[in-house]
């Protein structure tokens, strides 16, 4: 289903600052709009100074969102479930991507979750290994708040190396 940004949801929640050129989510979260080939830039240029340790980085970037994101959803009692189902669908309505969680195992705190369209692969394709460092540590870091234990995530299929989607394990 396609519908102008307006009509959809996140446009609804997406005030329009025009005279001082800001966005605010929400009316209080300034967000900004770049085009995925600006994004494959600024993580071309990363990978390219920093080399594997950019992988690191943009895992801790992402896993600090993720616990960040999370906050809100344990102050408001949500279960997990339904937490990364609210998340799933703001993070595919800004164009992230669609995920889902194929696998979730409260007991020895491991996940799998499967996306489409991730925004990074996008960005980063085509490539011999994952690319999604950012999403990697973004689950993580929900997971681990979430379940109140630091749990790992590793990305086993990409769509940039030419898998149909991606694939994440969470675990301990
Ligand atoms: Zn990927």
Redesign the pocket.
């Known amino acids: 289903m396609k519908v102008k940004l307006r009509e959809s949801p996140l446009g609804s929640r997406v005030l329009a600052v025009q005279e001082e050129g800001t966005l605010l989510f929400d009316g209080r979260v300034p967000v900004a709009i770049f085009g995925i080939s600006t994004f494959a830039s600024i993580l071309q240029a990363t990978y390219q100074i920093h080399g594997e340790a950019a992988s690191t980085s943009l895992y801790m970037f992402g896993f600090e969102m993720g616990k960040s994101f999370a906050k809100q959803f344990v102050e408001e009692n949500y279960s997990v479930e339904e937490a990364l189902s609210v998340l799933s669908d703001i993070d595919a309505m800004a164009g992230w991507g669609r995920y889902r969680v194929v696998e979730l195992d409260h007991e020895n705190k491991r996940a799998v979750i499967v996306m489409r369209n991730?925004f990074?692969?996008d960005a980063l394709k085509p490539s011999e290994k994952?690319?999604?460092d950012l999403?990697r540590g973004y689950f993580a870091g929900i997971l681990s708040f979430l379940w109140k234990i630091d749990v790992r995530c590793e990305?086993i299929k990409?769509?940039?190396r030419g898998d149909g989607e991606?694939r994440f394990e969470i675990h301990p």
């Open positions: 991730s990074i692969a994952p690319v999604c999403l990305e990409c769509l940039a991606c």
